[in-house]
Nanobody
Framework: QVQLVESGGGLVQAGDSLKLSCAAS????????MGWFRQAPGKEREFVAA????????RYAESVKGRFTISRDNAENTLSLQMNTLKPEDTAVYFC????????????????????WGQGTQVTVSS
């Protein structure tokens, strides 16, 4: 079992920055691959960013590439998402997700590939 707790959401203006965090417990953190997803009202949950268990490999959705940075601190069991130059279309509930990594150090892009989910944190970007 892996427990995930997100924090850091809030209300910001377009162009502002925000940093989300996800605290993980229950498993050796450096054995789990992690990702961020988001869900806007009336829309399906979508992939935002992913990172391998080692932290070496990362992947981003095209809509956030160059603005968001995913990172992890395996010593602190924490996943982060630094969001810069926020846009109103980034408004959503953001979820962190985790799964045990395979023997290959890689990331996962689809929500069905993840087993554990946090409760979500709201990010609202006003224009």
């Amino acid at each position: 079992q892996v427990q995930l707790v997100e924090s850091g959401g809030g209300l910001v203006q377009a162009g502002d920055s925000l940093k989300l965090s996800c605290a993980a417990s229950g498993r050796t953190f450096n054995s789990i691959a992690m990702g961020w997803f988001r869900q806007a009202p009336g829309k399906e949950r979508e992939f935002v960013a992913a990172i391998s268990a080692s932290g070496i490999y990362t992947r981003y959705a095209e809509s956030v590439k160059g603005r968001f940075t995913i990172s992890r601190d395996n010593a602190e069991n924490t996943l982060s998402l630094q969001m810069n130059t926020l846009k109103p279309e980034d408004t959503a509930v953001y979820f962190c997700a985790a799964r045990l990594s395979s023997y290959i150090d890689t990331y996962y892009l689809s929500d069905y590939e993840y087993v554990y989910w946090g409760q979500g944190t709201q990010v609202t970007v006003s224009s």
